[in-house]
T-cell receptor, first 117, second 114 residues
Framework: AQKITQTQPGMFVQEKEAVTLDCTYDTSDPSYGLFWYKQPSSGEMIFLIYQGSYDQQNATEGRYSLNFQKARKSANLVISASQLGDSAMYFCAMREGLGGGSEKLVFGKGTKLTVNP | KAGVTQTPRYLIKTRGQQVTLSCSPISGHRSVSWYQQTPGQGLQFLFEYFSETQRNKGNFPGRFSGRQFSNSRSEMNVSTLELGDSALYLC?????????????FGPGTRLLVL
């Protein structure tokens, strides 16, 4: 079973509008962390935002916010006021608390976001 | 503070050859992880090193190996290259490799196997 599911292979949004990228996850571990990364065509993975499983509030970082619904196991990324430079692949990832400091990142398949002028 | 650096950025090899990729983590980071990214399989975890010890390993054949030096720099080696090894290889670092720590990625090494 997939640990991270991103159901939107591609998304289109108009410049200055908001967009939500979906992510659902599967884990039985009570301790986990959820991450969103952006990957432009250059290939580098750029960290955007983090949400811990015990965090009470949704994470926010500038124009990025994470809509964390723990019971539904979803961690959707919301980008407000989209910019042309936001066009990229977006990956949702999870780290589970395996213990012993040996956690790894598991990634979803990604969503390609295109921002239209 | 300088980011994660990877060398070389691009490589072209032929089947059967071997290749060594290098990764220098952010200063002070002791955990280094490697990932392979292909269009078909997406991003897959290769292994993680911490204090010169491999702590975690993904589901890859023994042709893929790595090591970490005392200054936390890491190398990964792929022996007997196959066409399917063509990929973007990403290295990431974090302070301790802990659950809540963000992994910061380098620009990647694009490997093409002919």
């Amino acid at each position: 079973a997939q640990k991270i599911t991103q159901t939107q292979p591609g998304m289109f949004v108009q410049e200055k509008e908001a967009v939500t990228l979906d992510c659902t996850y599967d884990t039985s571990d009570p301790s986990y962390g959820l991450f969103w990364y952006k990957q432009p065509s250059s290939g580098e993975m750029i960290f955007l935002i983090y949400q811990g499983s015990y965090d009470q509030q949704n994470a926010t970082e500038g124009r990025y916010s994470l809509n964390f619904q723990k019971a539904r196991k979803s961690a959707n990324l919301v980008i407000s006021a989209s910019q042309l430079g936001d066009s990229a692949m977006y990956f949702c990832a999870m780290r589970e608390g395996l213990g012993g400091g040996s956690e790894k990142l598991v990634f979803g398949k990604g969503t390609k976001l295109t921002v239209n002028p | 503070k300088a980011g994660v650096t990877q060398t070389p950025r691009y490589l072209i090899k032929t089947r059967g050859q071997q290749v060594t990729l290098s990764c220098s983590p952010i200063s002070g980071h002791r955990s280094v992880s490697w990932y392979q990214q292909t269009p078909g399989q997406g991003l897959q975890f290769l292994f993680e090193y911490f204090s010169e010890t491999q702590r975690n390993k993904g589901n890859f054949p023994g042709r893929f190996s790595g090591r970490q030096f005392s200054n936390s720099r890491s190398e990964m080696n792929v022996s007997t290259l196959e066409l399917g090894d063509s990929a973007l290889y990403l290295c990431a670092s974090s302070p301790q490799g802990g659950l809540q720590e963000t992994q910061y990625f380098g620009p990647g090494t694009r490997l093409l196997v002919l």
